[in-house]
């Protein structure tokens, strides 16, 4: 009797020890899924902020997502100077929204974001890459990017340019 008494207790202890280890990495894969989660929620948040509001204030911002015929950018390399004001403003937004770009690259390939949320970003780089002043903004600033974000803007803007 005393042999089954061990048996059972060592089974029962057992049977504790893998239930909480069950229960740990569930536990983690929840708590690591809630950080990516909450990772991209915080950078959307500050999209809609730092992004969509500039865009609704300042219509020529918009320049970067469209094409306006009446409207070139400056040519690559003019001095900080001589660009007008409208155009320093959308050198530095496309400088903000490469940022963010870049953020959803390195949060993606360090997995800290739900799988597929970059493909949700990838339409604006698209549209961006089909206008002319999108086009100036990233030669004049791809230097300070990713290589990664650099071959993907790249080959946006060459994709854009064999369209049209």
Sequence with gaps: ??????????????????????????????????????????????????????????????RLFHEHPSKRPPAIGTPEQNLTREDQAILNFASMLLDYFEQMFLLENLKLVPDGILSTWRPWIDDCARSPYFRWAWEESRHHYLPDLVQVIDQAITDATNAA
């Excluded at 048996?7 to 983690?28: C, D, K, P, Q, R």
């Excluded at 989660?37 to 509001?53: H, M």
């Design 1 to 62: 009797m005393g042999q089954l008494e061990v048996s059972l207790g060592l089974a029962i202890s057992v049977l504790a020890l893998a239930v909480s280890i069950a229960t740990f990495v569930i536990t983690s894969r929840r708590a690591r899924v809630r950080e990516r989660v909450a990772s991209y929620l915080a950078i959307e948040r500050d999209a809609n902020t730092q992004i969509y509001l500039p865009l609704l204030q300042y219509d020529y911002l918009n």
